[in-house]
Each structure stands twice: as structure tokens, then as C-alpha cells.
T-cell receptor
Framework: QKEVEQNSGPLSVPEGAIASLNCTYS??????FFWYRQYSGKSPELIMS????GDKEDGRFTAQLNKASQYVSLLIRDSQPSDSATYLC?????????????FGTGTKLQVIP | DGGITQSPKYLFRKEGQNVTLSCEQN?????MYWYRQDPGQGLRLIYY???????QKGDIAEGYSVSREKKESFPLTVTSAQKNPTAFYLC????????????????????FGAGTRLSVL
């Protein structure tokens, strides 16, 4: 089992729709979760962080966390063509007595005008 | 302007040559990281450093070396032992590595430089 699993996509949604990006992780003890957006050829940029079960909203973005199910998701409302990018899920996970951020391989989102 | 500066943006390596990628940050972060990204792949950790004069191997350290002589700087050398160096190299920093005091969760957030694309001639 991979430490962080994401569907690679591409996930295609029409402009104005809700895009739903999902992520599962293997470390039951993970407490912090980050979502990064990476445009083609560019470096990742942080868009959301979430630490508690439930939803966290920031503008058009909502992160959802369910620690019991080891599942975290990112919803993008009113999707825009400028949201077309790869979204990386990055939980903070235990590794040999310390903790490190582990990046998933990402889901490519395409927003169709 | 606070941030992370990587240079050069593009780099070409000849057979048998060592090359060094620069990473400088003025965010006063203690932790710095180097990742490698191949086309269509995720980020793989090469090395990280939690404090000056100390660093640890990541998942794919073979063929790479680093130093951390100053808090602001964490250069990566791609040695001739790295047989497949063509990739996008990303440097990142965070306030700390790990450590999850309830009030300090945000300290693990990593911020990235613009990256260096390395190709082989």
C-alpha cells in the first residue's frame, strides 16, 4: 500500500462545477494535512492546511478530513480554467521515530471552459 | 521580499561531471529540503536538514550530496555517480521538521523555490 494515494486523473470538470479531489493515507497517527497546487512546469504552492476532523473553508476551497477513515479531500467550488493544475495531497506522517511531510503523486485537474 | 531562491533555473551536466544547485532562503526557517520530481511523478525526498551542520538522507540520496554551513543556504551537488540526473529539482524550507505541539502545526508547512531543471548533455 502506498503511503499517500491519489487518483492521478485527469479529472475533467466543466467551468463553474465543483471539483472533488480525494486522498487516502496510511499513517493512522497523522495529524496535519496539506494541499498543494502545482501548475505545469512550476513549483508547488500551499493552498490549504487542515488539522481537525471536519471541514475547513477558504474562499472557493474546502478541505475535508476524516481521520477514522484516513481520508482527506479538497473541494473546489465554481471551478475556473485557472484552477487547471495538479493537486498534491501531503500529510505529515511518522517515519522511523520522526515526522515528515509525505507528498502524494497528485491529481491532475482540467477545468473545461 | 522573503522567499526561497534557487539557481540556476536551467542546468546542463556533461558526462562524469559534478554540478551544484543553489538554494538560499531568507525566511529564517530552520529546516530545508531537496526534492526531485520526474515527469508525471510525485516529489521524492533527496536530503533534508533540521539545523546548521546537520542533514539526513531522504528516500533517494544515492548520487547526491549536500552541505548546511549556513542557516540560509542548502546547496545540492549532483555527482557523477547519479546516472539518471535529468529531473526537476525543488528546494523547500519550513520552520521545523516534525514536532507537533498543538500551537505549532503550521511550523511544518513547506514553502518551495521556483526549481532547477537539470538535463544531461
Amino acid at each position: 500500500q502506498k503511503e499517500v494515494e491519489q487518483n492521478s486523473g485527469p479529472l475533467s470538470v466543466p467551468e463553474g462545477a465543483i471539483a472533488s479531489l480525494n486522498c487516502t493515507y496510511s499513517d493512522r497517527g497523522s495529524q496535519s494535512f496539506f494541499w498543494y497546487r502545482q501548475y505545469s512546469g512550476k513549483s508547488p504552492e500551499l493552498i490549504m492546511s487542515i488539522y481537525s476532523n471536519g471541514d475547513k473553508e477558504d474562499g472557493r476551497f474546502t478541505a475535508q478530513l476524516n481521520k477514522a477513515s484516513q481520508y482527506v479531500s479538497l473541494l473546489i467550488r465554481d471551478s475556473q480554467p485557472s484552477d487547471s493544475a495538479t493537486y498534491l495531497c501531503a500529510p505529515l506522517m511518522s517515519a522511523g521515530g520522526y515526522q515528515k511531510v509525505t507528498f502524494g503523486t497528485g491529481t491532475k485537474l482540467q477545468v473545461i471552459p | 521580499d522573503g522567499g526561497i531562491t534557487q539557481s540556476p533555473k536551467y542546468l546542463f551536466r556533461k558526462e562524469g561531471q559534478n554540478v551544484t544547485l543553489s538554494c538560499e532562503q531568507n525566511l529564517n526557517h530552520d529546516a530545508m529540503y531537496w526534492y526531485r520530481q520526474d515527469p508525471g511523478q510525485g516529489l521524492r525526498l533527496i536530503y533534508y536538514s533540521q539545523i546548521v551542520n546537520d542533514f539526513q538522507k531522504g528516500d533517494i540520496a544515492e548520487g547526491y550530496s549536500v552541505s548546511r554551513e549556513k542557516k540560509e543556504s542548502f546547496p545540492l551537488t549532483v555527482t557523477s555517480a547519479q546516472k539518471n540526473p535529468t529531473a526537476f529539482y525543488l528546494c523547500a524550507s519550513s520552520i521545523v521538521v516534525g514536532g507537533l505541539a498543538r500551537a505549532g502545526r503550521a511550523k511544518n508547512i513547506q514553502y518551495f523555490g521556483a526549481g532547477t531543471r537539470l538535463s544531461v548533455l
